[in-house]
């Protein structure tokens, strides 16, 4: 009263609002912390919130998760090899006894340069039988492969090596169990057509699937 040189209600008012100020604390808020347009891409990652200064001058910052993600596992590929090692060691071997009695077998890869380099030309057959199989299907099956005239060619002839593989080792395993020294002359002549069909169908593909034109895509 003798400060303000008011009169006792105004005093007591005035104590009153200067008390309940200084009882009130100060509310933090949670504010959003975005970084600059030039820095933002395709892919936004999650919603950062940072907390006002402490009194030691530190920033809070809070990471907040996106709703109604699930993680994504990736799926494992191990399982492929313990499946690919004895089918490997099958057609390995029922090529390559297919290929002995069909006349494949041990032959001096430079003669009269290196004479004693030798190759056995049986394991021309499961290499290049099974590997054209494997390539056509990655074809067949890849998303990259856009026309659907390098589909169908990958498709058909992946299938029809997966048939020709199944035929020859069922042809080997029953003249193996028959004791058959050499092989009938049709089955001969079928296996030692199979490296020319095979470098055929590979040359083909790759031609294929590297002179799609954009016309192609489109249609």
């Known amino acids: ?6 009169g006792a209600p105004k005093a007591s008012a005035l104590l009153a609002a200067l008390s309940d100020d200084t009882k009130t604390e100060p ?3 949670l504010h959003a912390v975005t970084e600059p347009a030039a820095s933002e891409g395709p892919e936004s990652g999650p919603e950062v919130l940072a907390e006002p200064a402490d009194d030691d001058g530190d920033a809070q910052v809070i990471e907040a998760a996106d709703p109604g993600t699930t993680p994504r596992r990736a799926i494992k590929l191990w399982p492929v090899l313990l499946l690919a090692l004895p089918a490997f060691v099958a057609v390995w071997s029922g090529w390559v006894g297919l290929g002995r009695l069909t006349g ?4 001096q890869l430079l003669p009269g340069i290196w004479d004693h380099l030798t190759i056995n030309s049986a394991i021309t057959l499961p290499i290049g039988v099974e590997t054209y199989a494997a390539f056509a299907l990655r074809v067949w099956l890849s998303p990259v492969t856009r026309t659907h005239r390098v589909r169908s060619f990958a498709k058909w002839s992946a299938l029809g090596s997966l048939v020709l593989g199944m035929v020859g080792q069922v042809a080997y395993h029953l003249m193996s169990a028959a004791d058959v020294e050499r092989a009938p002359w049709p089955v ?3 296996v030692a057509c199979l490296p020319v069909v095979v470098l055929g169908c590979g040359a083909a593909l790759a031609h294929l699937v590297r002179d799609t034109t954009d016309q192609e895509v489109n249609d």
């Open 1 to 6: 009263m003798t400060e303000f040189k008011v």
């Open 27 to 29: 509310v933090r808020k």
């Open 104 to 107: 494949f077998g041990p032959i």
């Open 188 to 190: 001969t002549t079928l």
